[in-house]
């Protein structure tokens, strides 16, 4: 059974940049395909990124041309390096880890590990 830990959440002044990270254990971290979603209040969870285990990403959603996803296999630890925030980035920001796949995973069914989840404000 994958378990996923996040952290790096926080209070940010829109404009900066913020890492998140997210460190998994049990499972074969090299083998999963790994993402990251948002939930922010009154809304559903958007996939941002997701990063299969030979180095295919894909990013979707607000976060593309700002957001990074990246692992470290040795240290089973998934990042999402987030640039040039605004009010509107502040949500409940969740690791996720899915099925080996050369391609995507294409439903938010298909990530069957998540995080409990890191929160990211973003205001002045």
């Known amino acids: 059974q994958v378990q996923l830990v996040e952290s790096g959440g926080g209070w940010v002044q829109p404009g900066k940049s913020l890492t998140l990270s997210c460190v998994a254990s049990?499972?074969?971290?090299?083998?999963?395909?790994v993402g990251w979603f948002r939930q922010a209040p009154g809304q559903e969870r958007r996939l941002l990124a997701q990063?299969?285990?030979?180095?295919?990403?894909v990013y979707q959603g607000p976060g593309a041309g700002r957001f990074t996803i990246s692992r470290d296999n040795a240290k089973n630890t998934v990042f999402l390096q987030m640039n040039n925030l605004n009010p509107e980035d502040t949500a409940e920001y969740f690791c996720?880890?899915?099925?080996?796949?050369?391609?995507?995973?294409?439903?938010?069914?298909?990530?069957?590990?998540w995080g409990q989840g890191t929160h990211v404000t973003v205001s002045s």
């Open positions: 996720v880890a899915g099925p080996k796949t050369r391609g995507v995973l294409s439903s938010i069914s298909e990530f069957t590990h």
């Open positions: 049990g499972g074969t971290f090299s083998d999963l395909t």
């Open positions: 990063l299969n285990y030979i180095g295919g990403r």
